[in-house]
């Protein structure tokens, strides 16, 4: 045995031993080997090296530590009553000791040098290795909080200027999906877009009318957008966010067939029956949407065939090549976009109104698929929760299985995501965080800086940092 190993060491190179080391060093000491030596910053941008990176932060993810990416915001108004978005990007390592279930955090702020206008948000729309995709504003963005690089993506080929007059076709976009193509090896984002005309000037809700949906999608290979197909009728908020699980994306994600990243968009479209264009006057159009892979950088517009309403509580998530949206068209399920063949599938989410329950969203929990419920008791101001994880991944099949129940509990707003198996982040009614032992019931606080503790807007992603390139 001892030989074998001694064989294998004389066979190393020098340059071996210094891909396998600098392969489990942390992202920001790899940024900074880079302007140390000239070979050293070709190998750390060679391909081979990036994907080595990536496995090997992928793999440690849940050791002893870890890192929560957090995005919050709150206005800030000035003496004449003008005011600006504030954004702000903070990375928390936590861990916990198994003996004492003491929690030990270190909280670290990002400078991400967003394109900003006064009032623009900073949304997250996808994750996938180390990539958020965000919407800035109207632009969608790719972005290595590690690396602190970003790349705008390019226009859609599906989105509308807003309409103007009489009988004009408006388009609204709706939802977002990001993730990896493991066939194509590219990254993708698949968009679907809501459209509509009105019946007249004054563009009203009343005044419109339902368009089918569209859909494009955005290849990195590309760098550009295709529409796709999509048949369904729904109405999808771009508030939406997607959730990626290795490999059914609808939001952001990578395909490993393609090897790509890939952007999927869902666009909702609308008409106004007369020139007021208020929300009574829009009449719903079909919806559509449309996909960006990275290869291409370009956006195409996709099939899109399904009756849904996407809502702001759900967060597109990717895994498995797949991306899900939590989605409701008066029942509740979960709407599935196909990184690798780009089509989108309906999974129907357990039965639990007659219970009370109702879902709101979908997150991750040790790559698997889960789902929140929640019951509200009034008469003792409490919460009851529910996760169900999904034990079937084809993107399309489904399998639910209850995972825990949780309290009542008084003063719980919503979980945010597992960072260990039998810890969840939740967030209470007055905006502290607080970690919840699903084994033991224990509640611990996180305090934070109170910049966290009275913001407008409040997102955590378990995020593994890389060196992946965005450009």
């Known amino acids: 045995m001892w030989n074998k190993i001694a064989e294998m060491l004389e066979s190393e190179t020098p340059e071996d031993r210094v891909v396998e080391i600098f392969s489990k060093l942390p992202a920001k000491s790899l940024m900074r080997f880079k302007c140390i030596h000239k070979s050293w910053c070709t190998l750390i941008n060679s391909p081979s090296f990036v994907a080595k990176h990536l496995i090997n932060s992928v793999d440690n993810k849940l050791s002893f530590s870890t890192c929560i990416l957090v995005n919050h915001s709150q206005p800030h108004i000035f003496s004449d009553k003008n005011w600006k978005q504030e954004v702000f990007w903070s990375m928390i390592n936590i861990s916990i000791d198994s003996g004492e279930h003491n929690l030990h955090y270190d909280v670290v702020d990002l400078n991400i040098p967003f394109p900003l206008e006064d009032h623009d948000f900073v949304q997250i729309h996808g994750y996938c290795n180390g990539i958020v995709c965000v919407m800035v504003g109207k632009n969608f963005l790719l972005c290595n909080p590690a690396t602190r690089e970003f790349m705008q993506l390019p226009d859609s080929c599906l989105l509308l200027p807003p309409a103007e007059g009489k009988f004009e076709l408006d388009t609204t976009f709706e939802a977002l999906g990001f993730g990896y193509d493991c066939k194509g ?73 393609a090897k790509e990243y890939k952007v999927v968009r869902i666009i909702e479209n609308c008409e106004y029956s007369d020139e007021e264009r208020t929300f009574y006057h829009r009449i719903a159009l079909p919806h559509t949407a449309e996909l960006y892979t990275a290869t291409a950088n370009s956006w195409k517009e996709i099939k899109i065939d399904i009756s849904s309403t996407t809502y702001s509580c759900s967060r597109s998530v990717f895994m498995k090549g797949f991306c899900y949206w939590y989605a409701t068209d008066g029942e509740e399920y979960v709407l599935s976009f196909d990184l690798g063949d780009d089509t989108f599938h309906i999974i129907q989410l357990p039965s639990r109104r007659e219970s009370g329950f109702r879902f709101y969203y979908i997150f991750l929990r040790n790559e698997s698929l889960a789902s929140f419920c929640s019951r509200y008791d009034r008469s003792e101001d409490s919460e009851s929760c529910e996760i169900w994880v999904m034990d079937d991944y084809d993107g399309v099949k489904r399998l639910w299985t209850k995972l825990l129940n949780i309290g009542p509990l008084q003063g719980i707003k919503k979980p945010l995501t597992f960072w260990k198996s039998d810890e969840l982040l939740m967030l209470d009614s007055n905006g502290r965080v607080i970690s919840y032992n699903s084994s033991t019931g224990n509640l611990n606080y996180l305090h934070i800086p109170p910049i966290l503790n009275s913001v407008v807007d409040f997102e955590v992603l378990i995020y593994v940092k890389s060196i992946v390139h965005v450009k």
């Open 185 to 257: 090896k590219e990254y993708k984002v698949v968009q679907i877009i809501e459209n509509c005309e009105y019946s007249d000037d004054e563009q009203t809700f009343n005044h419109c009318t339902t368009l089918p949906h569209t859909a494009e999608v955005y290849t990195t290979v590309a760098n550009s957008w295709k529409e796709i197909k999509i048949d369904i009728s729904s109405t999808t908020y771009s508030w939406s966010c997607s959730v990626y699980l290795k490999g059914f994306s609808l939001g952001f994600g990578y395909d490993c067939n």
